[in-house]
């Protein structure tokens, strides 16, 4: 299978830190007299103020260290939807380190909902469609537990979901509004898109990053009652001041949930349409343009595709002459393996430390993401509907604070 490429800069930010000694004591020789230096009872060290914690550097701080303004810093975790057979869906936490699958209690959902990664939660946006509200779900990947229900309104259909400054927001295919939300689930301010709907008065928003010090939006821009598309679109957003930056269209015309922040801008995944069999598309903020494709999909068949969001890359599984392979992708198009074979049908796939996970019937199927070695099936009881993973993105260490991170 022959993939064309284009290829574009990706630089890359590494950061170290060093941890300073113990200082010495400077005093010498015999002390003959009281110490004058020493205003009580010699710690061991003049210049220490206080209990000696073993650090220099450390202020004294045991509280917990600031969490992060944007983006996931919930633990790394794998989202399962499954068949309830009943009609809806229910919920499994896995995590990616021990394989083990936990049931999330309580959460009834559609088959359609939607799953996406956000402040501390991992949410499940629900699809009911009809006059039934649309309700999102945070479920907290620590214990499992939902943590926060929040109303998103009849035939919002939630798609994606960001945490910035301290709010979340939601976007979806049935609002031509993002939402938001402060931490305590009451609704706040709205960001309206209709100017950049298609015919159906909506715009679609499948993806939502932080980017610029705000956001970023991808449009699919479907029309929904006539069946076809308009292009899609990306849309830069000040979310402090509730209004669109910039905008402008891709050259696909189906945009996935699938996208990943790259140098100067975003990398998209194009679904299939009419005669488009879809791929990776580059978008360039700083000249508010697409670069066009870095990767197109044809002639195999897509199978599925997962941005894992925190790296700049794209995890594709491609079919090919029977075959189904995972294929690892930069933002650029550059594929940084040959691919590895997977599950034979591979619908669903996703990311989490060290492994990529595909959902296969009722198993969830775990591989090495380097060398592609198989690990054990993870039974899920019933039919796998959909599968998230959610990263944290690297974080600077701690300075000093005695505390355990959040």
């Known amino acids: ?33 009281t110490d004058t230096a020493d ?24 509280a917990q260290p600031v969490l992060p303004t944007n983006g996931y810093f919930g633990p790394p975790t794998v989202m399962v939807l499954a068949d309830d057979g009943s009609g809806g869906a229910i919920g499994y936490l896995i995590d990616p380190t021990t394989g083990v699958a936990t049931a999330v209690a309580d959460l009834a959902v559609s088959k359609t909902a939607a799953l996406a990664c956000a402040g501390q939660m991992v949410w499940v946006m629900d699809d009911q469609g009809g006059s ?4 999102a779900y945070g479920v907290e990947a620590r214990s499992g537990a939902i943590a926060q229900t929040i109303p998103l309104g009849a035939g919002f259909a939630g798609q994606t979901a960001l945490y910035f400054a301290e709010t979340y927001w939601f976007g979806g295919l049935g609002s031509a509004s993002l939402l938001s939300f402060d931490g305590t689930g009451t609704a706040g301010g709205t960001v309206d898109l209709s100017s950049l709907a298609d015919a159906d008065g909506k715009p679609e928003v499948t993806a939502l990053f932080p980017a610029e010090g705000s956001a970023v939006a991808v449009l699919r821009r479907e029309n929904t009652t006539a069946g076809s598309y308009e292009k899609s679109m990306v849309a830069l957003i000040d979310l402090a ?8 269209s891709l050259e696909g015309r189906n945009a996935g949930r ?4 790259a140098p100067g801008g975003l990398a998209v995944d194009m679904r299939l349409w009419a005669t488009d069999a879809g791929g990776i598309e580059g978008f360039d903020l700083t ?22 969001g925190t790296d700049g890359t794209f995890w594709v ?20 393996d040959t691919g590895f074979t997977v599950s034979p049908s591979g619908d669903l796939l996703t990311t989490a430390p060290g492994g990529v996970f595909v959902g296969e019937g009722s198993v969830v199927m775990p591989y090495e993401d380097r060398t592609g070695t198989a690990g054990t099936a993870i039974s899920i009881g019933s039919k796998v509907l959909a599968i998230q993973g959610c990263t944290p993105p690297p974080r600077e260490p701690d300075t000093g604070d005695t505390a355990a991170n959040p």
């Not at 205003?39 to 004294?60: F, I």
């Not at 000249?287 to 494709?293: L, P």
């Open 317 to 336: 599984a491609l079919k090919s002459d029977g075959v189904t392979k995972a294929h690892h992708y930069l933002h650029d198009g550059t594929e940084l």
């Open 39 to 62: 205003t009580g009872t010699d710690t061991g060290s003049d210049t220490d103020t206080g209990t000696d914690t073993g650090q220099d550097s450390d202020t004294g701080d045991t």
């Open 132 to 135: 039934s509200t649309d309700n």
């Open 1 to 33: 299978m022959k993939l064309r490429t284009l290829l574009f800069a990706s630089p890359t930010l590494l950061l170290l830190a060093c941890d300073g000694g113990e200082k010495e004591e400077t005093g010498g020789g015999k002390d003959t007299a």
């Open 241 to 248: 001041a509730m209004s669109v930056t910039s905008s402008a």
């Open 287 to 308: 000249t508010n343009a697409s670069k066009g494709r870095s990767v197109e999909y044809a002639p195999a068949e897509r199978i599925a595709a997962h941005s894992a």
């Open 258 to 261: 699938a996208a990943t922040g």
